[in-house]
């Protein structure tokens, strides 16, 4: 008997910068075919943002907390999904299953001493199949790395999915709280640049009180102070050869803090820094990957901040625009990708690209809890 499943699939992350649930629904024709159908981002609640923000620095993490967060954040996604499909007017049936990522509270890849690595997300998928009554499939980072990948980034064969018919050398650019990169090709490949808004957002905190730099408008009232920016680009993560990965357990305030130049610098000038250093690092690693390259497609919370993508677009002699250039919306492709995932998990696809991860193999990625 052929039991026809839906072709719509709900996607949902929280991402480094911890600033809300993103959910996109998509549709999947067959393999080939993607559509984005609807998308939107529902904050979190300030207690439960700065819970989980403070798991995600090492030393504050608690186990009680981790598990009382866990349940905490499946519950508010299952209840988010639940009022979402009511006024999109859909039922769970419509539905073949949701895609949790959850919330990265530490993401630890493998090195020279640890083979395996680990990253740990939280945003229990039992509650999630519980409240919304959907298949749900999360855990898709694991399967990669027990077979010695770095589980991340995940993004690039669904970049590739959606922007492999355009012609030229094209890179997918993600900047979110870290940044990631996608070059498409038969077999695309990609890794994380470094800090992306997530140093931006903690030193706007910190010193105007706002979550993020509202158009990057606070930087571009800066100066880039360039003994401390060339001090940052210094640090051996930008040297590493792909593969590689890395969060906000490493690209954070006490990591900013080591450089002596900081306490000398203005506030101002050091945000103008920041972004400096997100757009260097990034181009750097455009350019040794991706040379000739003709068009960079971003993505992410980033490609709002105007100041950071005039200063792209300024130093890059290739388009640099937002998704949205190219007909996506650029708010809604990091959970359109766990939509995607959870499609491929039900159809017993490999999901992961070991060229990205640097797994042993391809892998069928993700664990399903039944609805
Ligand atoms: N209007 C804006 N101006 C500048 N930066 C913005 C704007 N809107 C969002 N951002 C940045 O984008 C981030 C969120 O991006 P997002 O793609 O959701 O990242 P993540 O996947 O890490 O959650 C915010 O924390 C902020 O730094
Ligand atoms: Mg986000």
């Not at 509650?127 to 790395?145: C, G, H, N, P």
């Not at 766990?338 to 991860?357: G, I, M, T, Y």
Request: some cysteine; hydrophobic content about 40%.
């Amino acid at each position: 008997m052929n039991i026809q499943r839906p072709n719509l699939f709900l996607g949902c992350i929280t991402g480094t910068s911890v600033d809300g649930l993103d959910i996109a629904l998509i549709r999947i024709a067959d393999s080939q075919s993607i559509a984005i159908e609807r998308a939107e981002t529902v904050p979190l609640p300030d207690k439960l943002r700065k819970t989980l923000l403070e798991l995600g620095q090492p030393g504050a993490d608690d186990l009680d907390q981790t598990g009382y967060c866990d349940i905490e954040l499946g519950h508010f996604i299952g209840e988010a999904i639940n009022s979402l499909l009511h006024r999109w007017g859909l039922k769970p049936t419509d539905i073949a299953a949701i895609g949790s990522h959850g919330q990265t509270i530490r993401h630890r890849p493998p090195t020279a001493n640890r083979p395996y690595g680990f990253s740990t997300q939280i945003g229990d998928p039992n509650q999630i199949a519980e409240r919304s009554k959907l298949t749900t499939v999360a855990d898709f980072r694991r399967r990669d790395m027990a077979a010695g990948g770095h589980g991340a980034p995940l993004a690039p064969p669904f970049h590739q999915a959606l922007f492999g018919h355009l012609s030229g050398t094209t890179v997918v650019l993600n900047i979110g709280g870290i940044s990631n990169i996608s070059i498409l090709g038969k077999t695309p490949s990609g890794f994380d640049t470094g800090p992306g808004n997530a140093l931006m957002d903690s030193w706007c905190e910190r010193h105007i009180g706002t979550p993020y730099d509202q158009s990057g408008k606070w930087a571009a009232a800066g100066k880039i102070d360039e003994s401390l920016l060339a001090a940052c680009l210094s640090d051996s993560y930008f040297q590493l050869t792909p593969p590689k990965s890395t969060g906000r357990e490493y690209f954070n305030l006490t990591w900013l803090n080591q450089y002596s130049k900081l306490s000398t610098t203005s506030p101002v000038d050091v945000q103008a820094t920041l972004c400096a250093l997100t757009v260097t690092s990034v181009l750097n690693a455009v350019h040794q990957q991706a040379p000739g390259i003709r068009q960079l497609i971003v993505c992410g919370g980033g490609r709002l901040n105007n100041h950071l993508m005039s200063s792209l677009a300024q130093r890059s002699d290739f388009t640099v625009g937002p998704s949205e250039d190219w007909n996506i919306d650029g708010d809604a492709i990091e959970a359109a990708l766990f939509a995607w995932l959870a499609h491929c998990r039900l159809a017993a696809l490999a999901s992961n690209e070991p060229a990205v991860s640097g797994a042993q193999g391809y892998r069928i990625l993700g664990a399903v809890y039944a609805s």
